[in-house]
Nanobody, 119 residues
Framework: QVQLVESGGGLVQPGGSLRLSCAAS????????MGWYRQAPGKQRELVAT???????NYADSVKGRFTISRDNAKNTMALQMNSLKPEDTAMYYC?????????????WGQGTQVTVSS
């Protein structure tokens, strides 16, 4: 079984920083694209940032210049460094990955980690 587990969320004041981590485990042959998504109460889930196995990145306009996505292919992990956080960044953040296992290729989601930006 393949599993994605996020960590690192919490409560932070506006202007502060947080670092989210995502670890993939299980019968993994290869991890293709990975990404972070977020969903605020009453809103649809939206893309935050994505990263390819080669390290090419893509960011939502709302986080460009403040967030940095990275991954470690050897450790099957991904991170999101979030700086200059704003109240509008408050949301549940989800890790996503397209993973090739021993049997098939499937899109996986983590359980989510809450980020709250408030004074």
């Amino acid at each position: 079984q393949v599993q994605l587990v996020e960590s690192g969320g919490g409560l932070v004041q506006p202007g502060g920083s947080l670092r989210l981590s995502c670890a993939a485990s299980g019968s993994i042959v290869r991890i293709n694209g990975m990404g972070w998504y977020r969903q605020a109460p009453g809103k649809q889930r939206e893309l935050v940032a994505t990263i390819t196995p080669g390290g090419s990145t893509n960011y939502a306009d709302s986080v460009k210049g403040r967030f940095t996505i990275s991954r470690d292919n050897a450790k099957n992990t991904m991170a999101l460094q979030m700086n200059s956080l704003k109240p509008e960044d408050t949301a549940m953040y989800y890790c996503n990955a397209l993973i090739q296992s021993q049997w098939y290729v499937q899109n996986y989601w983590g359980q989510g980690t809450q980020v709250t930006v408030s004074s």
